[in-house]
């Protein structure tokens, strides 16, 4: 009886990995052929994952590949615990930087996770609940300068309006999670609600047109969307150029939600809460 129970784990466990080995593949096929119709100067060309939730690593490197770094610099802000985000690659190749995170409970993971970068320099973390009101108090006791290499928000919220208040910084690049939900031609955010928390459905941060437009004001150009539909990356304009893929609008790079990529299910439940126009 044992032997047999053994025997069906053992073929339950072989069925899996075949079936991983297959999901692999087909998502392999997938995106090869979704690259079919990219040109050559995409950035999703360039896609990898190392520590990043989806391709951003593979995105940035190519970024800064083509319009070089001031000194290595990067603040994020919504990291978790460390281990998976868009700038621990680039702090482990020696880059500095800052982490906020909002949590508590993942700050502690990252003082011990981190702690030889964080004693050695090379990384400032700290724990506070951003808000648009206390972000510049944070950004300057923190003593966090204008113009650094990049800057990538994450907050699963009101990312959008703290955006907006950091109109005195002046970094190379910037990522920011968008709400691909929204399409690519709606201008909309979420109201802004400064005790905001992601409550697992669709109601987080803003459209790809509200962050086109926001990232215009601002003197950004919109060059890319990560092919899981999840981040937006934008390169400040005096750098661009024409090496980036253009015209620089939602319309151009936003990449539908396809959670199925990254081994996830359905993707986010349906919201009865408004967005706002913006």
């Known amino acids: 009886m044992i032997s047999l129970v053994r025997h069906l784990k053992l073929r ?7 079936f991983r080995s297959s999901l692999e593949i087909q998502r392999a096929l997938f995106l090869s052929k979704i690259l079919e119709s ?3 100067i995409s950035l999703n060309r360039f896609e990898s994952r190392v520590y990043s939730q989806n391709g ?4 940035l490197i190519e970024i800064f590949r083509r319009i070089g770094m001031k000194d290595q610099t ?7 615990d460390g281990l998976e985000n868009n700038t621990v690659r680039l702090l482990l190749s020696g880059w500095k930087g800052w982490w906020i995170e909002g949590s508590r409970t993942l700050f502690a993971k990252i003082e011990m996770q981190f702690e030889e970068h964080i004693t050695a320099g090379s990384l400032k973390a700290s724990s506070h609940f951003i808000t648009r009101d206390n972000i510049k108090d944070i950004f300057m006791s923190q003593g966090i300068p204008n113009e650094i290499d990049l800057l990538s928000i994450d907050i699963d919220g009101n990312d959008y309006w703290i955006w907006r208040v950091l109109d005195f910084m002046r970094p190379r690049v910037i990522v920011i999670e968008y709400n691909a939900s929204l399409g690519p031609s709606d201008s ?7 005790k905001h928390t992601w409550d697992g459905s669709n109601y987080f941060s803003a459209s790809l047109k509200a962050y086109e437009r926001l990232g215009k004001e601002r003197g950004y150009s919109l060059v890319a969307c990560d092919l899981t539909g999840t981040n937006a990356f934008f390169v400040r304009e005096d750098l661009c150029s024409d090496q980036f893929q253009g015209p620089f609008t939602s319309e151009t790079h936003f ?3 396809r959670p199925f990529l990254r081994g996830r299910g359905m993707g986010y439940r349906g919201t009865l809460k408004s967005f706002a126009r913006v």
């Open 12 to 18: 339950a466990y072989e069925a899996l990995q075949i």
């Open 38 to 40: 990219h040109p050559s």
């Open 56 to 59: 951003e690593d593979g995105i």
């Open 74 to 80: 990067f603040v994020e802000f919504g990291v978790g």
């Open 188 to 194: 909309l955010a979420i109201n802004y609600d400064e």
């Open 255 to 257: 990449q539908p939600f």
